[in-house]
């Protein structure tokens, strides 16, 4: 955490602030990625110092962006969506449309997904089929799953 005592910067409502090293050293991240998140407005951290010489410093509210941020990201959603989300959580105190939109964006989601699930096992169905084809056509030519082996090792 940053210097200055115990409480510097450290309050009930914010709680610690970090440095973007500090930041990005707890979520994984490098500081190239959380300026990137910074430039697309995901993030809005305090800045200290004077102007030229500024330091970017994170609070308890940039800690939760970044967590849904990185999470959003894991399950597969655009900045674009992440940043509506986010937007919507700023504005919506009861959080409903904020619930509704992520309700959207996670249905669009899972059939992505089911999509792409049920492309994949077409996939390894189709090479499954090939690899046996495969092993039947070497296997009709006196060569077994052994011999095959052994000369790629060889």
Do not use: W
């Amino acid at each position: 955490m940053m210097d200055g005592g115990e409480d510097a910067g450290d309050d009930l409502m914010s709680g610690p602030r970090l440095a973007i090293g500090e930041l990005a050293g707890e979520f994984g991240l490098t500081h190239r990625t959380i300026r990137h998140y910074e430039d697309e407005g995901l993030l809005s951290p305090e800045r200290i110092g004077s102007a030229r010489g500024s330091a970017r410093v994170y609070g308890h509210r940039d800690r939760a962006r970044l967590a849904l941020i990185c999470r959003g990201k894991r399950l597969g959603f655009s900045l674009a969506e992440i940043k509506d989300f986010l937007n919507l959580y700023d504005t919506d105190d009861a959080q409903i449309e904020q619930m509704r939109y992520m309700r959207t964006i996670a249905r669009r989601r899972i059939s992505a997904l089911e999509q792409q699930l049920a492309d994949v096992k077409q996939t390894l169905s189709e090479l499954c089929t090939i690899d046996t084809q495969i092993s039947e056509h070497l296997r009709r030519n006196g060569i077994t799953e052994t011999q095959d082996m052994e000369e790629k090792h060889s």
